[in-house]
């Protein structure tokens, strides 16, 4: 029973969402997020936690919508990965101002945030 359930979503020893290029760019963004945030000093450490949390939201969000049966479910957890994208640019926005990234960081994770949250949202509409 369990290994029908999980080949029910696999193909080729690989998950649906690990095929989908929203997730495989969210989770680049999030990895190189969360390598950015390891070097800040610790008394940002609330800061850097809240970064983290946000930006590994994204793929592990869209992870779980596509294991979802309904669409409703699946628009759902779709819904929660933009959220946490949105949520990453005023964590980016106070980084800024504190110095613990530099403009170019800044500018490339914003634009990045922007164009993942924008293939979320078409994702979304494609659902419909």
């Given at each position: 029973?369990?290994?029908?359930?999980?080949?029910?979503?696999?193909?080729?020893?690989?998950?649906?969402?690990?095929?989908?290029?929203?997730?495989?760019?969210?989770?680049?963004?999030?990895?190189e997020?969360?390598?950015?945030?390891?070097d800040?000093?610790?008394?940002?450490?609330?800061?850097?936690?809240?970064?983290?949390?946000?930006?590994?939201?994204?793929?592990?969000?869209?992870?779980?919508?596509?294991?979802?049966?309904?669409?409703?479910?699946?628009?759902h957890f779709?819904?929660?990965?933009r959220?946490?994208?949105?949520?990453?640019?005023?964590?980016?926005?106070?980084?800024?101002?504190?110095?613990?990234?530099?403009?170019?960081f800044?500018?490339?994770?914003?634009?990045?945030?922007?164009?993942?949250?924008?293939?979320?949202?078409?994702?979304?509409?494609?659902?419909?």
């Amino acid at each position: 029973m369990i290994s029908f359930l999980v080949y029910e979503f696999m193909s080729t020893e690989q998950f649906y969402f690990e095929r989908l290029n929203i997730y495989k760019r969210s989770l680049e963004f999030s990895i190189e997020l969360c390598r950015k945030a390891s070097d800040f000093p610790i008394k940002f450490s609330r800061i850097k936690d809240q970064l983290i949390g946000a930006a590994i939201s994204v793929p592990l969000n869209i992870a779980e919508g596509s294991g979802r049966k309904t669409d409703k479910d699946k628009i759902h957890f779709y819904k929660i990965a933009r959220a946490s994208a949105f949520e990453c640019v005023p964590i980016l926005d106070i980084c800024s101002q504190l110095s613990l990234i530099d403009e170019s960081f800044y500018n490339k994770f914003k634009q990045e945030i922007t164009e993942i949250s924008k293939m979320i949202s078409g994702f979304i509409k494609s659902i419909h």
